[in-house]
């Protein structure tokens, strides 16, 4: 088992910027892929970005490449979300996600990542 815990979620205007944070405690952190998502009121959950546990591979949602960046610092068992210009469709509720596999992929899919975090909100406004 596995626990992750989300922070760094608030209000940040257009153009700004944002770190959200997920820390896993539980098992080892080896072998942990973590994904982050995202739901706005209203929409499906959809994947936003992902990280291999070597922290080698990467994925990003077409929506946020080239604004967020993923990136894990295993001694602390935690994965980062930097989220630079921010727009205001980025508004959501924002989740972390666990899977532990060995694979070099970085999967999509909600349903790929049995453990979740509680999430946490990020509005983007002026």
């Known amino acids: 088992q596995v626990q992750l815990v989300e922070s760094g979620g608030g209000l940040v205007q257009p153009g700004g910027s944002l770190r959200l944070s997920c820390a896993a405690s539980?098992?080892?952190?080896?072998?942990?892929?973590i994904g982050w998502f995202r739901q706005a009121p209203g929409n499906e959950r959809e994947f936003v970005s992902g990280?291999?546990?070597?922290?080698?591979?990467?994925n990003y949602a077409d929506s946020v490449k080239g604004r967020f960046t993923i990136s894990r610092d295993n001694a602390k068992n935690t994965v980062y979300l930097q989220m630079n210009s921010p727009k205001s469709e980025d508004t959501a509720i924002y989740y972390c996600?666990?899977?532990?596999?060995?694979?070099?992929?970085?999967?999509?899919?909600?349903?790929?990542?049995?453990?979740w975090g509680q999430g946490t909100q990020v509005t983007v406004s002026s």
């Open positions: 996600a666990g899977r532990w596999s060995i694979s070099s992929s970085v999967p999509v899919k909600a349903d790929e990542y049995p453990y």
């Open positions: 990280i291999r546990w070597t922290g080698g591979n990467t």
């Open positions: 539980g098992r080892t952190f080896s072998y942990l892929g």
